[in-house]
């Protein structure tokens, strides 16, 4: 070895020792910065990191709860739930989501609906979210998937409950539907309401009443794995089940109706006058709300939208119609209250002319030559248009548009189902907004509920009902009662009053019922054919109302003019006449004659209701049924 | 002399290393969720890492400075030969399949390059000539850059690092370092564009863990998430929900230490750095006591090599450090890196057992 070992060695030495000592420094910072950081994560972002650790591994799941069921007044099951098996898949549990939806199609049939509906869930859900692949497994198919199950990563099978209305398309007008929450229901809906639910009321009573129907989701916390699956289950927060609804509706006089209706387009609301409680809500054709359940197909929707019959469209919550001569027995007591002498007669020779003019406006028995002298009493009980057009053009626009409006014609009614329409009560002024004058001849005919005056059904049956109960008026209400399911305690809905029409004297109501008794019992009555042989006492009044304006030298036969040229059937009634119990208004579209198509449906709701039951049918009043599929 | 000195065991390594293995099995059994396969797997890879101890120390240091240039080049060979024929795990050729056992030619560099450094160092006395300096890093060069090639960036960075402390140790100038960090310096540009897109992605991440949650970025937040849970105390032996639940992932390897952190808190921390550190502490003063250049530069080397595997694997659990694959030494489940280790401080304990007692 070159140079002097002993003097290398020593400075070797000196030289590697204090690089030791370097390097002794060097690790003592870099332990200390990793302590540091030790330290810093584990005590002042502990609570931070704590928490994140629990998200991680618990993870609360939703139980949807059970949802309220509908009965009629007397406990007939209108919509309940039954369990469905559903295919539902995890997406974070599934490596490759091409291969088990083609692998699932071996098993189960998925069509391309199912596809399109899972697809669209997969955007907009959690993917750790059980997600419903396949509704309504058949048990074939059930089997056929738990053999398989094995390979099949990431699908479940779960029972579900599902909406389901066991009388079909009974009601549906009052009732609505539910159907799976849509983008449009997301942007409006707390989200924190629905967790773990699918379902939504769309329509109806489902809609309107969805707060009290849907209940409470209930939580299950679970410790969960990275790959979101569930290990063990550490705390439950039960659901709390969706309170039930007893509706005024009563479905024997709903299907008396739409019986009645058969497969003719038209409406019928009956009304307890006494409290606004709605006994019948129909409109026809009606549809199955079943298929909406879980998002109808686009074939059975086009089907429907399709259909000249329009079934989607609520006529009676929507349906706007001329009253025609419904409107009679209003403008009367209206003149009464103003100080008209009923006594007073009128001769009606089969046409009205205005002062100065030379157009005739016909009465519509103007080919016998007329009524003759009539008054009030005759004017009503025989519907004599040239009485009214003179009482019309007496009153004046004005005074005709204040007495509907007193009777609620032109503003909704307040029902307690969404979407509700009013009809129309035309006035100068509406006029002149569309830059139009208004010309007296709108006047006269306004006597006889033609022209531009539109009513809905609802709004006719209620201005009835508020003529039977001495002008007393009432919120229309679907629902009579809520019961809470655990404690079957019902709470009843206080009648919700209306507007109330002043009358100054009560002689001029009787006068106007009497008429109206007449008009069913007199056998010159418009409405004898439907109620003369009533085992209780009617008041009604028929309106045959023009769709489109004849020529006036024309003949109208019903049986012979093209159906969709036909007038409008309509019926106003109540019964007993003496202390009304109901009050109905029914349209019939392009029906023909009032008083020979809508009267004899609407004295088959009145049987429905004032009469006892057949035996047959005898449902025990305020018992309902065992109601399935309650939350336990 | 007692048995351990006719062993050649320093005793108070082997304790301690001994200790440190026990904890290690206790914490891979929760860490590996309790299976019992695995931790007879690693008992017996332990077994045969004490076997291996033992077997190395009764090598002489003046055998292992004759053998370096050789386990130098041998290890040469087999890095040229897992490019062309290695198998290829995880998108890395690292393995080389010898019919019964698999293993990473880039373990043998790891003691190979201390002592081929150390060898060439003590050809002549510190501090190293600039021409023998020049040849070493030469000599480095070629290893570290097939192992980066594999990819296997980890590893090239511990071997580039374990060369390095070597050269420190001899003595290699102020001057000297200085330059090489200007050089470094000036070709961190280079190497960043010779990067791989993942290697990037994962420096990025160091800076920003929360930039891709789900990508990157989740070994690192799922590994601070179970450490910064721990808390002070721990959440107690089997209780790492991180590590149970399938969150924190590579648990029983290159991520043990967050389980470990998120199970004995910061108490069990400090005691397991004061293990490893007296572990450390106990190397460098076997480096310091050595008796000629040779055996001073690989116990120095070994010691710090030793030093970087720790820090660096805390330094990446701890979201200090990118995240490299370096297990957390005798505690990570995983075979060559713990013969390797198991080897090395045989070689320290044969340095150390071998000097000629003439001072003390």
Not at chain 1, 239 to 262: C, F, K, T
Not at chain 1, 417 to 441: I, N, T
Not at chain 2, 89 to 94: K, N, P, V
Not at chain 2, 113 to 119: F, G, I, R, T
Request: charged content about 15%.
């Amino acid at each position: 070895m070159p140079g002097t070992p002993i003097k290398d060695y020593l400075r070797e030495s000196r030289l590697f020792n204090s690089r030791i000592l370097v390097v002794v420094a060097i690790i003592t910072f870099l332990v200390l910065v990793l302590i540091g950081r030790l330290a810093y994560l584990q005590t002042i972002d502990h609570k931070y990191y704590a928490t994140l650790s629990n998200e991680n591994s618990i993870n609360p799941v939703p139980i949807a709860p059970v949802r309220g069921l509908i009965f009629d007044r007397n406990g007939v099951v209108l919509a309940e739930n039954y369990p469905v098996l559903t295919l539902e898949i995890v997406p974070n549990q599934v490596k490759n989501m091409k291969a088990l939806l083609s692998e699932l199609g071996k098993v189960v049939t998925l069509n391309p609906r199912d596809l399109r509906n899972f697809y669209r869930q997969l955007r907009e859900k959690p993917h750790f979210d059980s997600l419903v692949l396949r509704n309504n497994l058949t048990e074939e198919e059930a089997d056929r998937f738990a053999v398989q199950r094995y390979k099949l990563t990431g699908a479940e099978l779960h029972a579900r409950l599902e909406r389901y209305y066991p009388q079909g398309a009974l009601a549906v007008a009052a009732l609505g539907y539910v159907g799976r929450i849509s983008e449009s229901n997301t942007k409006v809906i707390d989200n924190a309401d629905y967790r773990g639910i699918e379902y939504i009321g769309k329509l109806g009573v489902e809609a309107s009443y969805e707060n009290v129907l849907r209940g409470q989701s209930g939580i299950k916390k679970v410790e969960v794995n990275a790959e979101g699956r569930a290990i063990r289950t550490l705390d439950r927060i039960p659901p709390v089940a969706g309170e039930n609804l007893y509706l005024n509706l009563d479905a024997r006089l709903q299907s008396a109706a739409e019986q009645a209706l058969g497969d003719r387009r038209g409406a019928v609301v009956a009304i307890d006058p006494r409290n606004g409680g709605v006994l019948a809500f129909v409109s026809t054709p009606s549809y199955d709300p079943n298929q909406f359940v879980d998002g109808i197909s686009t074939t059975a929707y086009k089907a429907l939208m399709d259909n000249t019959d329009r079934p989607l469209l609520n006529r009676a919550l929507d349906g706007r119609y001329a009253p025609g001569s419904t409107i009679k027995p209003f403008l009367g007591l209206g003149a009464l209250e103003g100080g008209l002498n009923p006594n007073k007669t009128y001769y009606c020779p089969g046409w009205y002319s205005l002062p100065g003019s030379t157009h005739r406006f016909h009465c519509w028995r103007w080919r016998e030559g007329g009524h003759g002298v009539v008054d009030l009493h005759d004017a009503i009980v025989e519907s004599c248009d040239v009485y009214f057009y003179n009482l019309a053009v007496h009153l004046g626009i004005n005074r005709i548009d204040s007495i509907l409006n007193e009777f609620g014609f032109g503003a909704r009614t307040g029902v307690d189902v969404p979407g509700e329409f009013r009809g129309l009560v035309p006035s100068p002024a509406w006029k002149a907004a569309h830059g139009l004058p208004w010309y007296p001849g709108e006047t006269v005919i306004m006597g006889v509920g033609q022209g531009a005056v539109l009513v809905t059904p609802l709004e006719l049956a209620n201005a009835t009902a508020m003529l039977a109960d001495k002008g007393v008026g009432f919120q229309p209400r679907i629902v009579r009662a809520i019961e809470n399911p655990t404690t079957r305690v019902l709470t009843y809905l206080k009648p919700v009053p209306g507007h109330t029409v002043a009358l100054s004297n009560m002689n001029d109501l009787k006068d106007i019922v009497h008429d109206m008794t007449d008009v069913v019992s007199s056998p010159r009555g418009t409405g004898y054919v439907m109620g003369h042989d009533a085992p209780y006492k009617i008041a009604g009044k028929s309106g045959t109302a023009q769709v489109k304006d004849m020529p006036a030298s024309a003949s109208y036969n019903a049986k012979k003019v093209a159906e969709n040229l036909r007038d409008n059937a309509v019926f106003i009634a109540f019964a007993p006449a003496g202390n009304p119990r109901i009050a109905v208004a029914v349209i019939v579209e392009h029906g023909g004659f009032g008083g020979e198509v809508a009267g004899p449906i609407a004295r088959k709701v009145m049987d429905a209701y004032l009469l006892p039951d057949p035996p047959a049918l005898a449902n025990a009043p305020g018992h309902p049924r065992q109601a399935p599929h309650h939350a336990g | 002399m007692n048995n351990w000195q006719r062993w050649h065991i320093d005793r108070p390594l082997f304790l301690a290393l001994s200790l440190l293995s026990v904890v290690g099995m206790f914490v891979l059994y929760s860490a590996s969720g309790e299976n019992s396969m695995l931790m007879v797997r690693h008992t017996l890879r332990m077994a045969l890492g004490f076997a291996v101890l033992v077997g190395v120390a009764q090598i002489r240091p003046e055998t292992l400075r004759r053998w370096s240039p050789y386990i130098f080049a041998f290890g040469l060979v087999l890095l040229v030969a897992v490019l062309a024929i290695g198998s290829v795990t995880l998108g890395a050729r690292r393995w080389l399949n010898l019919g019964i056992i698999r293993f990473q030619p880039a373990e043998i560099m790891k003691l190979g390059m201390p002592m081929m450094l150390a060898w060439l160092f003590a050809r002549d006395s510190l501090p190293p000539k600039t021409r023998y300096i020049g040849l070493g890093g030469a000599i480095a060069l070629v290893p570290i850059l097939l192992i980066a090639k594999q990819p296997d960036l980890g590893t090239a960075a511990l071997i580039l690092g374990s060369a390095l402390t070597v050269l420190f140790l001899a003595g290699m100038s102020w001057r000297s370092i200085l330059a090489v960090l200007v050089l470094a310096a000036m070709g961190a540009p280079l190497l960043w564009a010779h990067l791989h897109q993942y290697q990037r992605q994962r420096i990025a991440t160091l800076l920003d863990p929360t930039s891709d949650p789900l990508g990157t970025g989740y070994h690192t937040i799922q590994s601070m998430i179970a450490v910064g849970s721990g808390g002070f105390f721990g959440k107690g032996w089997l209780n790492s929900s991180q590590a149970h639940l399938d969150f924190l992932p590579e648990s029983s390897t290159d991520f043990i230490f967050a389980v470990f952190a998120e199970e004995f808190g910061f108490l069990g921390i400090a005691m397991l750095f004061c293990l490893y550190l007296f572990i450390i502490g106990r190397s460098l003063l076997i480096a310091f006591y050595a008796q000629d250049t040779y055996t001073r530069l690989l116990a120095g080397g070994l010691a710090l090599t030793f030093f970087m595997y720790f820090f660096v694997n805390i330094g990446m659990v701890s979201g200090v450090l990118p995240v490299v694959g370096v297990p957390l030494p005798l505690v990570s489940y995983g075979g060559s890196a713990t013969v390797t280790l198991m080897a090395a401080f045989g070689m320290l304990m044969s340095v150390h057992t071998h000097r000629k007692i003439i001072t003390h």
